[in-house]
């Protein structure tokens, strides 16, 4: 049998995170995490073979985790794709600037959502 790959949800939305366990949770092992800090001791707990993060979240936003994820060795490249409410073609810049894989728009289309998934983790590191 396949392993099944991993998915880190990280959103501090409970809601939001149910949504995407609902999208994802066929295809996926799931992790999630619904702040910063505990999004990074995930990572390094689990290694997920892709992170979902929210950019707005209290005590520490998207780009506060991204960037630790980024500059450790135990988690720098486990892909990470920005999901997220602050649309636009600024806002996605910017994300890919502080060092996210992709960017997705919420409310997102399923069907893409998975696409993407699918593709970084045909890119990645298996």
């Known amino acids: 049998m ?4 991993s998915v880190l ?10 949504v995407l366990s609902h999208a994802l949770g066929d295809e996926y092992k799931l992790f999630a995490a619904t702040n910063g800090p505990d999004a990074i001791e995930a990572a390094v707990k689990h290694l997920p ?5 929210d950019i707005i979240m209290p005590e520490m ?8 994820l980024k500059s450790s060795d135990t988690t720098k490249n486990i892909p990470v ?3 997220t409410a602050k649309d636009g073609p600024e806002n996605e810049s910017l994300g890919l600037e502080h060092g996210a894989d992709d960017y997705i728009f919420k409310p997102f289309s399923r069907g893409l959502l998975l696409q993407r998934v699918k593709m970084h983790l045909a890119f990645g590191r298996f």
């Open 2 to 5: 396949e392993k099944k790959h």
């Open 61 to 68: 936003d998207g780009y506060e985790v991204v960037a630790a």
């Open 9 to 18: 949800i990280v959103d501090d939305e409970p809601a939001n995170i149910q």
């Open 49 to 53: 073979d892709i992170i979902l993060l």
């Open 81 to 83: 794709i920005f999901l």
